[in-house]
């Protein structure tokens, strides 16, 4: 009887366990994630963000691929100016996981969810200070984006552990 129950509370943390932990998308095509993408929305943990009480802009993103690596060309506002920075990517273990290698820190990239016209949300790992931060992005096909991608978005990162506050929407500036 002791047997039985204690197999069955070991299968109840198992699948527990293995529900929390979400390595993405079952499948992923590379092909229908391949171009342009703008950065809509990001939710951080990250304390340089929290004090900040500035507006942080869009930024953009083209995903190509470069011989046997995906080719990340991203735009971004860093304080003052406009960065441009290139960076490659190669597939992990897994469907729309990836691993960039910056000089900075590497950072290990998940597509959590797209439909690959109008939206993906990623969650992505990367090292400050040598601890591991988290943050998710919600990244669009255009400038104008749904609704129901913000909604899918808010609810990922409410999921996997941020809270309202964490959650930045970009502010739209086209200079």
Known sequence: MESIMFFTLLGLCVGLAAGTQE???????????????????????????DSAPKEVKMGAMVVNMEENLLALTTTYYNEDHCVLEKVGA?????PGKFKVTRISGNKEVVVVDTDYK??????????????????????????????????????????????????????????
């Open 118 to 175: 109008t939206y993906a949300i990623m969650d992505i790992t990367f090292p400050v200070a040598g601890e591991v931060q988290r943050a998710m992005n919600l990244y669009s096909r255009s400038l104008d984006h749904t609704d129901e991608a913000l909604s899918k978005f808010q609810k990922k990162a409410l999921e996997h552990g941020f809270s309202a506050r964490d959650i930045n929407v970009l502010k739209r500036d086209c200079e």
């Open 23 to 49: 390595a993405g998308l079952k499948s992923f095509d590379l092909n229908k994630f391949l171009g342009f993408w703008y950065e809509i929305a990001f939710a951080s943990k990250i304390t340089a963000y």
């Open 90 to 94: 190669a597939q992990a273990d897994h």
